[in-house]
């Protein structure tokens, strides 16, 4: 074994020269270590692209934002005419819904006027007139379609068109109308006035 292995103290656990590492490797080695533990500044951002990418997408939500807005508001213009319109109409169907029944009885009236300006007539002239007055009234009813309620006797009672004055004994059956007093009137399918009649008891007690 030679001498300077045999000097060396085995409790001397120092690194020789050679191995030690110089500053400059402990410099190195400090700035590797630093580059791996902290984070670049570049790490966190957003890149420019995605940055990009976003201000587009809220530029389209904003124009979309701003055109659905206008919609609603035209939509909302729309429906308040149509809601103005609307009551106009129904003010004007107030005002004027007796326009065309009106215009219909000025025939009746002039015949009227006429036949009461007639001095001298006979019996049977004055019929012939107040026939022919009548026959205007009545093409003045139809074209407004206004009808008739003038039930037969013997006809089921009907209390949404008829209205029963008192029950007599008849020959019908009970229940069943005996005789009408005065005729109804029906607008369309809307009862103007309902017939006046005599409701019948059935056939009268003899016994």
């Known amino acids: ?37 902290a984070p670049t500044a570049d790490e966190g951002a957003v890149p420019a692209q995605d940055g990009e990418d976003l201000a587009a997408l809220l530029a389209d939500a904003q124009a ?25 109409d129904v003010a004007k169907a107030r005002k004027f819904g007796t326009e065309s029944f009106a215009e219909s009885l000025i025939p009746v009236r002039d015949s009227l006027e006429a036949a009461l300006a007639q001095t001298g007539q006979t019996a049977q ?11 205007q009234l009545n093409a003045a009813f139809e074209r407004n379609q206004m009808r008739e309620i003038a039930p037969a006797p013997g006809d089921v009672f009907d209390p949404h068109r008829h209205q029963a004055i008192s029950n007599v004994p008849s020959e019908h059956p009970q229940g069943a109308i005996a005789q009408t007093l005065q005729k109804g009137y029906l607008l369309a399918d809307r009862v103007l006035r309902p017939a006046l009649v005599m409701v019948s008891a059935g056939p009268a007690d003899t016994a």
């Open 1 to 37: 074994m030679p001498a300077s292995e045999q000097d060396q103290d085995p409790k001397d656990t120092s690194i020789p020269e050679a191995a030690q590492p110089g500053p400059d490797a402990a410099q190195a080695g400090g700035k590797d270590a630093g580059a791996t533990d």
């Open 64 to 88: 979309k934002l701003a055109e659905y807005h206008d919609q609603l508001l035209r939509a909302h213009a729309e429906v308040e005419n149509v809601r103005r319109r609307a009551q106009d």
């Open 125 to 135: 002239a004055w019929q012939e007139g107040v026939e022919a007055t009548l026959r």
